[in-house]
C-alpha cells in the first residue's frame, strides 16, 4: 500500500514536472495547444463548452455563423447534430507569434437537416485553411476558407464537377527550407507579380519546375505550362485586379498567405459568361519552399461566394440615377456607434456638365434629407419613403422633376439661373429613423460626420472650391433644421444655408407632447410602426438626451410621463440643439454667414410654419439678414419648386470665382524644429496632410479641430488623420532640417501671414504621439488615451479600422508641452471603458523633440508592461509631499529606499508583493511625505530615489524645495 505521505510528495512531484514542462513551452507552442483544442475537443468530441473555455467574448471571424462566439456554439451544434460522424484531420500547422495557422480536412455523412438543406445520407470530404489570432490563451479572432462549394456539390445541391474534393497527395521535392523572412518575401513577389500583373515571365525564377499545386476548388494544374495558362486565362477574364497581401504567418519552410482580391469579370472564366460584375473575395494559401523556389502549394478559395458575385444579374439602372454619382465614405465620427449603424455611408452627386472637360472647381451644396429617410430621397421617385407617407395619410409624394434630380440642375443652369455647382446629398440615417444631425455618444457624430469628414472628403476627391464663402448646406424638413443649425454653429464652414420646411424652434418637440402621450397609454414602449410622433421623440432624444444608464432604449424624455409637463433637466438638452436657442447665444455667428434663406407651406401638417415664422421673427429682432417666404401648400407640396427657388438664392451667394492667377510665387523660410505656417497661396490642386508634409519634408502637422475643440495631428507616412490644408487657417509643421519653400498659386482674398517658430531643442511646444494597435481590430471601436505624466496633460483619439492613430499636443503661446525625459502613458480604451491594451509609458527622447513625434506600438490584450521601469517623480521639485510613479512587467516585492546627496539612507519603504502593472496616478504611485525614518521633514536639497523589484533596480534623482 502506498504511503499517504509517498502520495503527496509523487502528486507534488508530477505537478512542479507540469509546471516545468508547461513554462519551456514557445509562445507558438502554448498558442497551437489552444488552437487543437477548438477541432478535438469541439468537432471531433462534440464538446460545445469548449467554446467558452478558449474563444474571447468579443471574437469575431470572417465565415458567419461562426463569427461570433455564440454564433460558433450554435453552427457547432447543427453540424453535430446534422453530422453525427463529423471528423476533422488537421493536416498542417504554421505558427508565428499570436497567430496560428491549420490546413485540415472536414469529412462526416449528412444525416439531418443542415442549413436548410434535407438529409442526404451522402459523404463529404471539405478541404480547408484557417488563421486564427489567440492573446492571452484566447482566440479573438479566425480568418478561414474552406471548399465550401465542393460540399454543395458533394451533398447534391450543386451538380458535381470534379472527381476528388481532397488536398491530395505531398509533393516528394525537398531542399533548402530557408529563412521565414526570405520566404514571405517570395510568398509576396509571387502574389505580386504574377497573379496581380499577370507576370508569367517570372514563373520559372519564383517557381520549382516540378512545382505541385493543391487546388481542390480547381484541381489538374500539373505543370508549369498548365499553371502559365491558367494564369493567363484568369486575366484575360478579369480586369482591374488587386491582390493584397493582408497577413502572412511563417514558419520552417512554409507561408500562410491572407489575401484579399478584387476585380471585374470581363470575359468567360470557367464557363461562367460575363456579366460585368465586380468580385471581392480572400484566398488563403500556403507555399512551400525549397531552394528559394515555391515548390508546393495549397490554396482555399470561397468558390461559392465568387460564382454567387459573378452569376447575380446587376440591377437594372435607376433612371433617377441619370447624372448623379454614387459614391461612399468612411466616417471615423460614426465608428463604434452603440447602435451599431455603419461607419460606411452613402452619398449621390450631381456634378455640373463641364466637370469632365474642364478643370474648373466649382462651388459645393450640401443637401440633407429629412426624418426617416436616405440619401436618395430627392433623387428617386420610387423610393419607398413616398409610398409609405401616403400609406399613413401624411401627404402625396412631392413633385418631382420629369427629367430627374440631375436634369432639373442642368435645366436650371442653360437658364442662367444658377451657376454650375456641385451638389451631395449625404446618407445621415440611423436605426432610430432619424439622426437629426446631431452628436451623440448613442447614435454616433452625426454633425461632425458632415461638417468634418464628409466635407474633407469632398474637398479632397472632387474638384470643390475649398472655401467657406463656395459651400453652402441646405435640407428639407429634418434636414431643412439639421442644415441650419450646421450653418449657425459652422460659419467658418458654410457660408451660406437655405431650409425648407424645417422645424425651426424647439417649441415644436413641446407642441407635440401630447400626441406622444396620447399614442402611448399603456407606456413609453419604444418606437413602432403605428406610433408616427412617438418615433420622433426617440430618434431626437438619442440626438438630443441619450442616456446610457437607461435601457432598453437608452433615451430620456423631455416630459415626466404619464403626464404631459416639461421635464426642465431633460429640456434643457432639446434646448442646446435649438436653432433659436444657438442664435441668440451667438448672434455673431449667425450674422457671419453670407446667406440665410428659409420658407414653409401655410399649412404645414407638422407646424414648420409657426416654428420657421419663430426664427425668423428672433433673426428680425437681432438685426441679421435673412430671406424668409411662405407659401401656399402643405410640408411637402411644391418640394422641387422650393428647391430651385433655394438653389437660386444659394447661387447667388457662393463664390465661384477662383480662377485668379496662379503664377504667382512666394517663399517661406522655415526654421528647424517648430513653426507656425499658413497657406501663403491657393494652390491648382489643394493640399492635403500628407502632401503638405512631403513638400515641407516636414514629420507631423497639426492643426486645431474647431469641431473637436482639441488638436489634431498627422504624422509623415501614415494615411490616418489625412486632413484637408486650408487657406487662412495657422497649421504648426515641424520642419528637423528646416529651409526656403516657394508656393504658387492666387492670391487668397484674405492672405494668411506666415510666423517661424524658434528652435527648441530640449522641448516642444507641440508633439505628435502616433502608431498602430495591431490585433483583431475591424469590427470593433478602440480609443488611444495618451498622458504626459509629469504635467497631467491628455488627449484622444479614435482607432481607425487599419489600427492607426494620433494623438496632439499643442500650445500656441509656446511653452513647452513636452520635454526630453518626459514619460508619456498610452492607453488603448474599448467602446464600454475597459482597458484593451496598455497602460504602456515610453520615455520622450532628444530625437523624439527633434521629430516632434514619437512612434509606437501597441498590442490588443497585452496589459502587462513590456518592461520595468521607474520613472520620474511628480512634483518635482517638492514641498512637503511627493508621488514616485512605476511599472512592473512581473510580479516582485517591491522596495524603495531614499538617499541624500551624501549617500546617506533618510527613509526605506517596503512595499511587498505587487503584481505585474502600471503604477503611475496618485492612487497607485509610492508616496514620500517628505519625512525621513524618524519624522523629521527632510531638508531643502537632492535626493536619490532606489526602486528594487526582483532582478529588477533603478535609481533616480529628485529635488525638494522649502
Known amino acids: 500500500m502506498v504511503s499517504k505521505k509517498h502520495f503527496v510528495l509523487t502528486l507534488l512531484i508530477s505537478l512542479l514536472f507540469i509546471a516545468i514542462t508547461i513554462a519551456q513551452l514557445t509562445q507558438e507552442e502554448i498558442n497551437i495547444a489552444v488552437r487543437m483544442r477548438a477541432y478535438d475537443e469541439g468537432w471531433n468530441q462534440g464538446n460545445i463548452d469548449v467554446v467558452d473555455e478558449i474563444y474571447s467574448d468579443d471574437f469575431a471571424g470572417n465565415m458567419p455563423p461562426f463569427d461570433t462566439k455564440e454564433g460558433i456554439k450554435m453552427g457547432l451544434a447543427a453540424y453535430i447534430s446534422a453530422i453525427p460522424d463529423v471528423h476533422v484531420e488537421v493536416e498542417d500547422v504554421i505558427a508565428e507569434g499570436e497567430y496560428v495557422a491549420l490546413r485540415y480536412t472536414f469529412t462526416g455523412t449528412q444525416e439531418g437537416e443542415l442549413m436548410g438543406i434535407p438529409p442526404t445520407g451522402n459523404f463529404a470530404c471539405t478541404p480547408g485553411i484557417s488563421i486564427a489570432q489567440i492573446v492571452d490563451g484566447k482566440i479573438v479572432a479566425v480568418w478561414e476558407n474552406n471548399e465550401m462549394m465542393g460540399m454543395m456539390e458533394q451533398l447534391g445541391v450543386f451538380p458535381a464537377t470534379k472527381e476528388t474534393y481532397t488536398w491530395g497527395d505531398p509533393s516528394p521535392i525537398t531542399g533548402d527550407p530557408g529563412d521565414p523572412e526570405t520566404n514571405k518575401a517570395i510568398s509576396r513577389k509571387a502574389i505580386n507579380q504574377v497573379w496581380m500583373h499577370g507576370n508569367t515571365g517570372v514563373v520559372d525564377e519564383l517557381y520549382h519546375p516540378d512545382h505541385l499545386r493543391h487546388d481542390p476548388a480547381s484541381p489538374g494544374i500539373d505543370s508549369a505550362e498548365a499553371f502559365k495558362v491558367m494564369i493567363e486565362g484568369f486575366h484575360a477574364a478579369f480586369s482591374d485586379l488587386e491582390f493584397v497581401v493582408d497577413k502572412q504567418v511563417a514558419a520552417g519552410d512554409k507561408v500562410v498567405n491572407y489575401t484579399l482580391l478584387s476585380g471585374k469579370q470581363v470575359a468567360d472564366y470557367g464557363g461562367i459568361p460575363s456579366l460585368g460584375n465586380e468580385v471581392s473575395t480572400v484566398i488563403i494559401s500556403i507555399h512551400r519552399i525549397a531552394d528559394g523556389k515555391i515548390a508546393e502549394s495549397w490554396v482555399a478559395r470561397d468558390m461559392l461566394g465568387v460564382v454567387e458575385q459573378l452569376t447575380t444579374p446587376p440591377p437594372p439602372p435607376d433612371p433617377n440615377m441619370e447624372g448623379m ?24 452627386i450631381y456634378l455640373p456638365p463641364s466637370y469632365e472637360t474642364s478643370n474648373k472647381r466649382y462651388p459645393v451644396v450640401y443637401l440633407l434629407h429629412g426624418y426617416g429617410d436616405t440619401e436618395k430621397q430627392y433623387i428617386s421617385k420610387g423610393d419607398p419613403v413616398w409610398d409609405i407617407i401616403e400609406a399613413i395619410g401624411l401627404g402625396e409624394p412631392p413633385d418631382f422633376p420629369e427629367n430627374g434630380f440631375a436634369g432639373m440642375m442642368d435645366e436650371l443652369i442653360a437658364q442662367g439661373k444658377i451657376s454650375e455647382m456641385i451638389v451631395v446629398t449625404p446618407n445621415a440615417d440611423n436605426a432610430y429613423g432619424g439622426s437629426l444631425y446631431n452628436n451623440s455618444e448613442l447614435t ?3 454633425e461632425d460626420y458632415i461638417v468634418q469628414d464628409l466635407v474633407n472628403y469632398m474637398d479632397s476627391n472632387y474638384r470643390t472650391i475649398p472655401d467657406r464663402n463656395s459651400r453652402a448646406i441646405a435640407g428639407q424638413s429634418a434636414g431643412g433644421y439639421g442644415c441650419m443649425k450646421l450653418a449657425l454653429r459652422y460659419p467658418d464652414v458654410f457660408g451660406a444655408v437655405a431650409s425648407l420646411s424645417g422645424i425651426l424652434h424647439g417649441q415644436f418637440f413641446a407642441d407635440l407632447i401630447p400626441a406622444v402621450v396620447a399614442e402611448n397609454p399603456d407606456g413609453m414602449t419604444g418606437p413602432s410602426e403605428e406610433k408616427v410622433y412617438t418615433n420622433i421623440f426617440y430618434a431626437a432624444s438619442a440626438a438630443f438626451a441619450p442616456n446610457l444608464d437607461n435601457p432598453p432604449f437608452y433615451v430620456d424624455m423631455p416630459f415626466l410621463y404619464p403626464s404631459t409637463d416639461i421635464n426642465e433637466e431633460v429640456w434643457n438638452k432639446y434646448l442646446e440643439a435649438d436653432v433659436v436657442s444657438i442664435m441668440l447665444n451667438n448672434p455673431d455667428k449667425a450674422a457671419s454667414l453670407n446667406g440665410i434663406y428659409m420658407d414653409a407651406g401655410d399649412i404645414d401638417e407638422y407646424g414648420a410654419h409657426i416654428y420657421t415664422k419663430n426664427f425668423h421673427e428672433a433673426l428680425n429682432a437681432a438685426g441679421i439678414d435673412h430671406e424668409y417666404e411662405e407659401f401656399a401648400g402643405g410640408h411637402r407640396n411644391r418640394l422641387f419648386e422650393r428647391m430651385r427657388i433655394a438653389f437660386a438664392y444659394l447661387s447667388g451667394h457662393l463664390a465661384t470665382d477662383v480662377s485668379g492667377d496662379t503664377s504667382n510665387v512666394f517663399f517661406t523660410t522655415l526654421n528647424p524644429g517648430l513653426n507656425m505656417i499658413s497657406l501663403p497661396l491657393q494652390p491648382t490642386t489643394p493640399y492635403n496632410a500628407m502632401t503638405f508634409a512631403e513638400t515641407l519634408s516636414a514629420t507631423v502637422v497639426i492643426r486645431y479641430d474647431e469641431v473637436k475643440k482639441k488638436f489634431v ?3 509623415a507616412g501614415l494615411l490616418h488623420n489625412n486632413f484637408l490644408i486650408e487657406g487662412g487657417k495657422g497649421y504648426i509643421v515641424n520642419v528637423p532640417e528646416g529651409g526656403t519653400y516657394a508656393f504658387t498659386g492666387a492670391a487668397w482674398t484674405n492672405e494668411p501671414p506666415v510666423n517661424a517658430a524658434p528652435t527648441m531643442p530640449h522641448e516642444a511646444w507641440a508633439f505628435v504621439i502616433s502608431g498602430n494597435v495591431k490585433g483583431n481590430k475591424l469590427a470593433y471601436s478602440y480609443t488611444v488615451v495618451t498622458r ?23 500650445d500656441l503661446s509656446r511653452n513647452p508641452v513636452v520635454r526630453s525625459g518626459d514619460f508619456v502613458e498610452i492607453t488603448v480604451m474599448g467602446s464600454n471603458g475597459s482597458i484593451v491594451s496598455g497602460p504602456q509609458v515610453h520615455e520622450i527622447t532628444p530625437e523624439s523633440i527633434r521629430d516632434a513625434v514619437v512612434k509606437i506600438n501597441m498590442k490588443l490584450g497585452q496589459i502587462i508592461p ?22 512592473l512587467n512581473e510580479n516582485a516585492h517591491v522596495s524603495l529606499n531614499i538617499y541624500n546627496s551624501s549617500g546617506k539612507l533618510v527613509r526605506s519603504m517596503d512595499l511587498g508583493l505587487k503584481n505585474a502593472g502600471i503604477y503611475t496616478d496618485r492612487s497607485k504611485a509610492i508616496y514620500w511625505n517628505g519625512k525621513n525614518q524618524t ?13 528594487k523589484a526582483g532582478d529588477f533596480t533603478s535609481i533616480r534623482k529628485m529635488t525638494v524645495k522649502k
Open 325 to 348: 454619382i454614387a459614391d461612399s465614405i468612411y466616417s471615423p465620427s460614426l465608428e463604434g456607434n452603440l447602435l451599431g449603424d455603419p461607419a460606411e455611408r452613402d452619398m449621390i
Open 935 to 947: 519624522g523629521e521633514e527632510a531638508a531643502s536639497g537632492i535626493y536619490f530615489y532606489c526602486l
Open 444 to 446: 454616433g457624430n452625426y
Open 866 to 887: 513590456d518592461r520595468s521601469l521607474l520613472l520620474q517623480n511628480y512634483p518635482n521639485p517638492f514641498n512637503p509631499e511627493t508621488w514616485i510613479p512605476y511599472q
Open 713 to 715: 495631428g498627422y504624422t
Open 788 to 810: 504626459n505624466l509629469r504635467t497631467g496633460e491628455m488627449a484622444t483619439d479614435a482607432v481607425d479600422y487599419n489600427g492607426y492613430f494620433t494623438t496632439a499636443y499643442a
